[in-house]
């Protein structure tokens, strides 16, 4: 059964004229969250191994690693500079790999920016992604972490987190679904300014037993929630009226 993480999700949701949410894709906009269309660069560990850690990255060391990049994706170990990075499958799959010992390893996607005035259609925002299964099955202690970021404006020097990091060990992430909603209300400052956001993947420091692990991580997705036209609106609560006067008169 898939298990779904829904942070800052909107106290009012939008409905449809049938009652249920009615999601935009933005995958077009944010064409780096389809792996199979770009390639994935690498950052040595001098620069980018401040975001391995236990627990996920810092906002800092997102910011110094990730701030003056090019939109795009970005991977890196502890140990073996030229060793083994991040790698996509045929099907999109993204192949997240440890490094070998006790190192560590990351990938990073870099969007390219939101601007306000495309924010401005919608009350939130929800980035996806599913993981898949495990290179070796009998490795399942490492650890995993997946955490959002932006910076509003496009502004890499007020880097801020969206909901909370994502953690667990690789054994209990796999086959899954998640997801951060990011609403309006909680979130007014994105909306306004426009922001770009970084999604960093990323093992915990390791040990020895868990080297070279993978965790399959696909099907990206960025989606945008509507503001409703004032025709719907007028729908929604005649209809809403309509069933208060009918309950009355019972």
Known sequence: MKTSFFLAL????ILSAHGAEVWS????????LKAGETSISRINYSSGGALIANGGPSASAVQSVLGSLDAGWYSGNKNNNNGTLASVTEDDATKLISASGAGGGFTAVKFNELSANTLSGYEALRISFDTGGLSNTSRTGQPQNFSLWYSLGGEGDSLLQAGSTISGLAGSLTNKSY????SKDEYTALFNQGATFYLVLNTGVLDTSYAYQE?????????GLPVPEPSSCAAALFGLGALCLKRKRR
């Open 215 to 223: 965790l399959a991580v696909n099907s990206f997705s960025v989606e």
């Open 25 to 32: 894709s933005l995958d077009g906009i944010i064409p780096e």
């Open 179 to 182: 997801s951060w909603t990011i």
């Open 10 to 13: 909107p106290a009012a949701a």
